[in-house]
């Protein structure tokens, strides 16, 4: 098995160099091709040594992610890039541009187990998990496509990362860590602890072990209905770990972090986006150090819900404010290049 250059830590990666018999100057000049430059190949490391050089060719992977399919949303602020594994899978990466700030959406597995009615990642089933240097990969690329955009000296650099694409971060806990790690390395990527979000349906043990391990991420919970029997019918894993239990899991992660939770809530019209929902949502984050990001629904070909409209989500934000909960309302970014996770993964399927 060749090794994966996107799955080392800086100190593993100097180990590995040193290991081959190489100096630690040629492990520091790799790693800034690696995460400086962006480097997409061998021959774009011309300050290596020929023999390091070779060395890599025949013992090691690069990474870099070849995109098999790129789209542009229309409103110029989304780019989602379907980026194929060595294996030949497909993977979904978004960059997304807020006021700014650049943020890549990467994906934690090919497919997804968790099954949610409304996702079309969830609608197509699991393939398998990603390895760390399939993530940090990813991220890689979206600020490999930054420098590429660069007008003039200032190179934009990758602000956030978000695990919210393919799959459940935390059903591939090890990889997705080791992944944020080296995502965090200050001589690389330096995207610091509050610059990582992972988005969880809501595995139990997963946020346990985060509390547990006081880990340097962000947390997103994706909660889309209030009650246990609503919730269930959304998103099936709920079967598994039922409400109290996951609540139970927040505040154990909070206490522990000191880090307030993103409560992801899709906005499905008629479903979930009324004021007694807002209420029930009120009464369960009472008090709790939350923010609650409202989502108007991606609609995808296997779910035949619609999304809210502004007046609801505008109503639904009101009643959350009446709790002294923090709430936003998502702009849909790049519906129309099907941004909603699995989506473009799934039109290459088809
Ligand atoms: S929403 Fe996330 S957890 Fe649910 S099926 Fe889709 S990818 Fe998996």
Redesign the pocket.
């Known amino acids: 098995m060749p090794v994966s250059l996107y799955g080392l830590t800086r100190a593993e990666l100097a180990a590995q160099v040193a290991a081959w018999g190489f100096s630690p100057v040629h492990a520091a000049r790799l790693w800034r091709y690696l995460y400086w430059e962006c480097a997409k190949s061998l021959e774009a490391m011309p300050k290596l040594p020929g023999k390091v050089r070779a060395k890599l060719a025949a013992e090691a992977s690069l990474g870099a992610l070849p995109i098999a399919r790129e789209l542009h949303s229309s409103d110029g602020f989304t780019r989602k890039f379907l980026l194929e594994l060595a294996d030949g899978r497909k993977i979904e990466t978004v960059l997304m541009r807020f006021t700014g700030r650049v943020t890549a959406c990467v994906s934690s597995q090919a497919g997804?187990a968790?099954?949610?009615v409304f996702?079309a990642?969830?609608q197509a089933g699991f393939e398998r998990h990603l390895e760390a240097g399939e993530i940090v990969a990813q991220a890689v690329h979206v600020n490999r496509i930054l420098r590429a955009e660069r007008t003039g000296s200032a190179i934009p650099r990758l602000r956030n990362v978000v695990l919210m694409g393919?799959?459940?971060p935390l059903h591939n806990y090890e990889a997705v860590m080791r992944a944020a790690a080296i995502l965090r390395d200050p001589n690389g990527l330096s995207l610091g602890p509050d610059r990582i979000t992972l988005s969880t349906?809501g595995v139990v043990p997963g946020i346990r072990r985060l509390a547990a391990e006081r880990a340097g991420v962000h947390l997103a919970v994706?909660l889309h209905a209030a009650t246990q029997e609503e919730r269930a019918a959304l998103v099936p894993v709920a079967r598994r770990w039922p409400l109290d239990e996951l609540m139970a899991a927040c505040r154990e992660y909070s206490a522990a972090t000191g880090r307030r939770i993103f409560y992801e809530w899709t906005l499905i019209a008629g479903r979930n986006d009324g004021p007694e929902q807002a209420h029930a949502v009120g009464r369960l984050l009472r008090g709790m150090p939350a923010q609650v990001n409202l989502i108007p629904l991606n609609p995808t070909g296997g779910y035949a819900g619609e999304p809210a409209d502004r007046t609801a989500a505008r109503r639904f934000q009101d009643v959350l404010t009446e709790y002294g909960l923090p709430s936003t309302v998502r702009q849909r970014r790049g519906i129309d290049i099907a941004a909603g996770?699995?989506q473009l993964a799934g039109a290459a399927r088809a």
């Open positions: 997804c968790m099954g949610c996702c990642t969830g393919q799959g459940e349906v994706s996770c699995g």
